[in-house]
């Protein structure tokens, strides 16, 4: 009878604890809770529309208005460069977020419309020589190019959208992997980047 009574003990044991919720679960599938907040960063580097290189960080804090739904606000810093010619970015502007899962390794999708100012500076000059054949013969001709400004600037509205995959490292920190699409002048600017958000308040 002892026998039968501490095996049944044991099973109720074992019962109770396969349904007791893991805490790592939870903590991934019940991540993106309504009322929580978010706050991160990103940044990245391509090549440049105008100039050579680009840089790009963005920065977002917002509210989860619904589960996988944030919204909130967003500021962008970018740069593009080439020798001694800069120009410089800066907006800020809403941003909204959808977590496409509440999982360990999340896809997301984020879209965003800023507002700011852009500059250049800095002058950059390069002489360029080219043969043309002639029916005299070939005729060299070697000009001066010159690039840059200073003191330049004007407003700026930039449309900024991106999908990408967070993968979670604990309860509140995830990292991200995104490939970001920025609207300026008339061209598209693609971008990946890397960046890093935290969770804070309700998460469950």
Same mark, same amino acid.
């Given at each position: 009878?002892k026998?039968?009574l501490?095996?049944?003990?044991?099973?109720?044991?074992?019962?109770?604890?396969a349904?007791?919720?893991?805490?790592?679960?939870?903590?991934?599938?019940?991540a993106?809770?309504?009322?929580?907040?978010?706050?991160?960063?990103?940044?990245g580097?391509?090549k440049?529309?105008?100039?050579?290189?680009?840089?790009?960080?963005?920065?977002y804090?917002?509210y989860?208005?619904?589960?996988?739904?944030?919204?909130?606000?967003?500021?962008?810093?970018?740069?593009?460069w080439?020798?001694?010619?800069?120009?410089?970015?800066?907006t800020?502007?809403?941003?909204a977020?959808?977590? /496409? =899962?509440?999982?360990?390794?999340?896809?997301?999708l984020?879209?965003?419309? *800023?507002? %700011?100012?852009?500059? $250049?500076? !800095?002058?950059?000059?390069?002489?360029?020589?080219?043969?043309?054949?002639?029916?005299?013969?070939?005729?060299?001709?070697?000009g001066?190019?010159?690039?840059?400004?200073t003191?330049?600037?004007?407003?700026?509205?930039?449309?900024?959208?991106?999908?990408?995959?967070s993968?979670?490292?604990?309860?509140?920190?995830r990292?991200?992997l995104? /490939? =970001?699409?920025?609207?300026?002048?008339?061209?598209?600017?693609?971008?990946? *980047?890397? %960046?890093?958000?935290? $969770?804070? !308040?309700?998460?469950?």
């Amino acid at each position: 009878m002892k026998e039968a009574l501490l095996l049944c003990l044991l099973g109720l044991c074992g019962s109770v604890q396969a349904q007791q919720p893991s805490k790592t679960g939870n903590a991934y599938t019940s991540a993106y809770a309504k009322g929580s907040w978010s706050v991160g960063v990103h940044a990245g580097y391509s090549k440049g529309l105008i100039l050579e290189n680009n840089s790009t960080a963005q920065l977002y804090a917002g509210y989860f208005i619904a589960n996988r739904l944030l919204l909130g606000l967003g500021a962008s810093g970018s740069q593009e460069w080439f020798r001694l010619v800069r120009s410089q970015t800066y907006t800020v502007g809403p941003m909204a977020r959808y977590q /496409l =899962s509440r999982t360990r390794f999340s896809p997301f999708l984020t879209a965003s419309y *800023q507002f %700011g100012g852009r500059s $250049l500076s !800095g002058s950059e000059s390069q002489t360029m020589t080219s043969v043309v054949n002639t029916t005299g013969g070939p005729l060299v001709i070697t000009g001066t190019a010159r690039i840059g400004g200073t003191g330049i600037s004007r407003s700026v509205g930039i449309f900024s959208c991106g999908a990408g995959v967070s993968a979670g490292i604990s309860s509140a920190l995830r990292v991200d992997l995104a /490939l =970001s699409y920025q609207q300026w002048l008339d061209q598209p600017l693609v971008q990946p *980047q890397l %960046g890093i958000n935290y $969770l804070i !308040g309700k998460k469950y």
